[in-house]
Every structure is written in C-alpha cells, then in structure tokens.
C-alpha cells in the first residue's frame, strides 16, 4: 500500500448487526485535496468521524506520518462536521477563541490564532457580532475557522456546502480554494459530483460501505472517460424508431434515448459525427441540438456504482 500522510487500512465500523463501513483502505497525501464520494448512506460521515477521533473504529488501522507523535496524531486533525453546532449568543470571535482553548491553545497563542483565522475565513469584520445574526454561509466559515484555529495538518470537511444557498456554497467553495493554494492538506466529503471535481485532485468513491474505485483526477478520466454526443430533435414528430435504430450502430456502447433526444457513448467520435451527420440529412431530421464532448465525473461515478 502506498504510504501518504495519513494511511488508513482495512478501516472497519459495526453498530451491532449494521456494518457502515467495511473495511477501507486508502491514503491522503500532504498538500492533496482528496474528495470522499458517495450517496447518501454511502459510511462517509462515519469514516470521518473515526478518523477525527469522536468514534472508535471497530477494526483496521490509520497511520499518521506527520511531524508530533503519532500516538497524538488526532490533535493535527481539523474538522468541520456536516451540521456543525453554533452558540448563538457568542461573538464570532468568543466561539473561536473557545475552540482555541478546547484544542490545547492557552493565552496569547489562542488569541493570536484566534485573530489569524478570523481574517483567514473573512470574518474579522464581522468577529464582535453574535453568531446567531450569520448568513449560512457566515456560519459555515466560522466552522472552518474553528477547525483551523489549531493549526492542524489535515483538515476533514463532511459535506462542507451541501446545505447552502448559491452564494452561501460559492463563498466556502472558495474559501477552500484559498486553502489549498495555501497547501492545507484537504479530505473533503461530499455526495455533489460538481464540488468534488471543481477542488480535489485525487478520489475515493465510497458505496455501501466499501470503495468501488480509486486515484487522481487523470488517472480515472483516463481509465473511465468516452466521447458522448447528445442529439435533440424536435418533440412531436415520430422520430423514436430512428432513435432507438443509433442504439444498433456498431460505434455506440451504451445509449440513453427518449422519444426526442438521446445520448450516445461512442468508441469512435469521427465515425459517429459522419454517421449521424449523414443520416440526419438525408431522413430529414429537425435537430434542435448537436453535443460532442467527453463523459464527465458524473457519468463516471455512474459507472463505478453500477459495478
């Protein structure tokens, strides 16, 4: 197994007869942004939380190779929980400062850090203000602060943006952005495909409590990505048994059609444009749309949970 900075092997958890996580194996390394991705039920949250320290794993092993003792390695650990809990009656600042003081920090240092985060996640102007006055966006940035405030190595996010508004999920999304160019190592849980391939370079697909797939970015796209092209044509007209005749051509491999449209998986793009161009002339098609692109991380997270 490679080695990373955090090695996690054949990471197991049981509650009673439900078994959530099945023994994972995989490694996070220094300075990388590394998406946990998965559906809803997927064990991501509780891979998290065994890796973070709140729950015991019930099998396997995690490996800390940073700098401190690894018996400690826990304490290099930041983390940002799914719904995390705010005390609206604090200031900003009062809730970081708090977190300082939870995670070891004492005088001066705390309040160094506590300023130095402040300003990290945008928040020093708004610092004096009660949490309970915070936009959902304010709120999930104090969150980052607090997992910050320590000045950990590894920084785990469970599902960071999902229950944001747009401007709300832009302004974390960017954040995080920030942080990796800061080399902040990142393990960033999520079950929006989107988010995932707009930040981490490296992927860990999670279903039903084992990995179905793993590696880089370029590593899966080389392994799992096709030309696709998607033809729509005008509704009303009696196009389906055309349609339904591109699934037979010899250049598709798999076919999603409806009565108007279809999208085609193809294994040789000039042949499929010459074809479908040809046919769509000469039968007279009214096509409204023409895509020729390559599958995306959606389509490939299509295929790594239908194995």
Not at 56 to 76: F, H, L, M
Not at 128 to 154: C, F, N, T, W
Not at 254 to 277: C, F, P, Q, Y
Request: one cysteine or more.
């Amino acid at each position: 197994m490679s080695t990373g900075l955090l090695n996690i092997n054949n990471l197991k958890k049981s509650f009673g007869a439900l078994t959530p996580v099945k023994g994972i194996s995989f490694h996070i390394n220094r300075g990388s942004c590394t998406a946990l991705l998965g559906p809803n039920g997927a064990g991501k949250t509780t891979t998290l939380r065994m890796l973070a320290g709140l729950i015991e794993p019930s099998g396997g092993t995690v490996t800390y190779t940073g700098e401190g003792s690894p018996a400690n390695w826990r304490r290099r650990i930041g983390y940002l929980p799914q719904y995390p809990k705010f005390y609206g009656w604090m200031t900003g600042r009062e809730y970081v400062a708090f977190s300082a003081r939870v995670s070891g920090l004492k005088g001066s240092q705390a309040a160094e850090r506590t300023e130095a985060v402040l300003e990290q996640v945008g928040l020093k102007d708004a610092a004096k203000r009660r949490i309970s006055g915070y936009s959902g966006g304010m709120k999930q940035r104090l969150g980052l602060a607090q997992a910050l405030v320590h000045d950990p190595e590894i920084l785990l996010l469970d599902e960071p943006v999902s229950a944001l508004d747009p401007l709300g999920r832009r302004e974390v999304i960017e954040l995080i952005r920030q942080l990796r160019r800061e080399e902040v190592t990142i393990l960033f849980s999520t079950h929006v495909l989107h988010d995932a391939e707009e930040i981490c370079d490296e992927m860990v697909f999670m279903v039903d409590g084992s990995i179905a797939e793993k590696g880089t970015m370029t590593e899966l796209r080389d392994k799992y990505r096709q030309p696709v092209i998607y033809l729509a044509v005008e509704p009303g007209g009696d196009w389906t048994s055309w349609i339904s005749s591109l699934k037979k051509q010899p250049f598709v491999t798999e076919a999603a059609a409806g009565s108007d449209h279809v999208k085609l998986t193809v294994n040789n793009i000039t042949e499929a444009r010459s074809v479908l161009m040809q046919e769509l002339t000469s039968y007279g098609i009214p096509l409204v749309r023409f895509e020729a692109g390559m599958s995306t991380l959606e389509d490939m997270f299509m295929k790594v949970v239908g194995k």
